[in-house]
């Protein structure tokens, strides 16, 4: 076992989000503590022992954290000096100040600096199968007195070898519908930087590493509880056509056959609905792959329309597999979420994306739909959806899990995710 503890000195942690430069990067990712490790031992000119040390770091497995949750500050944009400029005009034409008496002028452009506030000052960073070499060991002990910031220069940080870590809140996961993604350094990933650098370039993305949460989740009783894991893999609607509630099979249909596509070799039979790999065989009787359509609805003006669809997987299918299944069609060759398109023929077509922003709209939250406090019919009563009669309402959302080509898992509709469950109007 081999730990890193991080505590921010200011309470803070300032870092831009890779996917998003205004909104802050919480919490911090594994790789950009390899940055951090990588810079102070190549500022401080670290011996070679610390440098074989960062070999040994970088090839280890995607570490477990421990970390608590943060919140967003308000984002301020400040107008700050940039690079000094002897010309007294801009780029643009305009005059620029000078600094104080000297004749070198200070153009002021604005800037932005998304920051975090957690909730716990300090984050454990945990190889639990790490096999490092005391001498490795040492040299990283050392390196870590070395670094004073993680993320921008502002982010003061101590940093620290942990012999006693806490249990992890965080742990690595091939999972589809893992809530978070994190970059993760990989092998020759040291090598990368020194190369960046030696070029005058920024260091490129890593690779990224979904990550699960560990913590204490009510336990549902079997009435409220479906063949379904509980996290949803959701995939958001980037650009395309708007689509209602009435094009649902359309989407499905669509996502149905990309899945098909990308899966290497046969389709296994919990994504294709069928027993064996051949096929058009028979209607499979265990539980199998499932796509909900992810509608603007629940408040006052909603409308019906899509903005989203789901992947709902079975809770026997192991994280191993969805990743051998799924991968190529949600992530690139790095790791990081792919987009690609769904095409609906003459009706246009869709570009998607796994949803991964904390800030995305509520009815793309997997926590929305898979919520044990639903009653049993509360998302057909908007004034859009009242217009269609609740047994319409009903068919078309259930006609998700299956279709004419293929039986659903047996079973009534009362056994589908609560959100399902729809009753009449009073």
């Known amino acids: 076992m ?11 942690a300032m870092a831009s989000h890779p996917a998003d430069r205004l909104r802050p990067e919480w919490p911090p990712h594994p790789d950009r503590v390899f940055m951090a490790l990588t810079a102070a031992h190549f500022e401080t000119d670290g011996g070679r022992e610390e440098y074989a040390a960062l070999k040994q770091l970088s090839a280890l497995p995607s570490p477990a954290l421990s970390v608590a949750p943060g919140h967003d500050r308000q984002i301020v944009t400040t107008f700050v000096p940039v690079n000094d400029d002897s010309s007294p005009v801009s780029k643009k034409g305009k005059p620029i100040m000078p600094s104080g008496t000297l004749s070198v002028g200070r153009d002021r452009q604005p800037r932005s600096f998304p920051v975090a506030v957690p909730e716990r000052d300090s984050v454990y960073m945990i190889w639990s199968g790490a096999t490092l ?3 490795a060991r040492r040299a990283l002990r050392g390196l870590c007195r070395k670094v004073t910031a993680v993320g921008h220069s502002a982010s003061l940080v101590q940093m620290w070898v942990e012999e006693n ?4 809140d965080m742990v690595p996961s091939d999972r589809a519908g893992a809530p978070l993604r994190l970059r993760v350094p990989w092998q020759d ?14 260091p490129s993305l890593s690779g990224w590493q979904g990550y699960d949460s560990r913590a204490t989740k009510p336990v549902r009783s079997p009435s409220s509880s479906t063949i379904f894991a509980p996290d949803l893999a959701v995939l958001r609607r980037l650009d395309g056509r708007l689509l209602g509630l009435e094009s649902t099979l359309i989407l499905t249909e669509a996502l149905r056959g990309a899945v098909m596509k990308a899966c290497p070799g046969p389709p296994p039979e919990w994504i294709s609905g069928h027993e064996g790999t051949a ?3 028979p209607p499979s009787k265990r539980p199998h792959l499932a796509f909900l359509p992810l509608p603007n609805v629940g408040h006052q003006h909603a409308d019906g329309r899509l903005l989203g669809v789901a992947l709902a997987i079975p809770r026997d299918v ?8 799924l991968s190529s069609l949600l992530f690139n ?14 009706v246009g077509d869709w570009d998607v994306v796994l949803g991964d922003r904390e800030d995305r709209p509520q009815a793309l939250r997997p926590e929305t739909w898979t919520s044990a406090g639903w ?3 509360n998302r057909c009563q908007d004034p859009f959806l009242d217009k269609v009669k609740a047994d319409k309402c009903q068919e078309l959302i259930s006609g998700t899990l299956m279709h004419k080509s293929r039986s659903s898992v047996p079973g009534t509709f009362s056994d589908l995710p609560t959100p399902f469950r729809i009753s009449s109007p009073d």
């Not at 060759?333 to 003459?346: H, I, K, P, V």
């Open 2 to 12: 081999f730990c890193i503890g991080i505590r921010y000195l200011c309470g803070w």
């Open 133 to 135: 070499t005391d001498q």
């Open 165 to 168: 870590p806490p249990e992890p």
């Open 189 to 202: 990933r040291l090598e990368q930087l020194e190369a960046s650098f030696e070029a005058e370039l920024r």
């Open 279 to 281: 096929p058009g065989g």
């Open 318 to 325: 192991p994280a191993q597999e969805q990743h051998r299944c």
């Open 333 to 346: 060759a790095e790791g990081y979420l792919a987009q690609f398109q769904l095409t609906f023929g003459r």
């Open 375 to 377: 009653s049993g019919r």
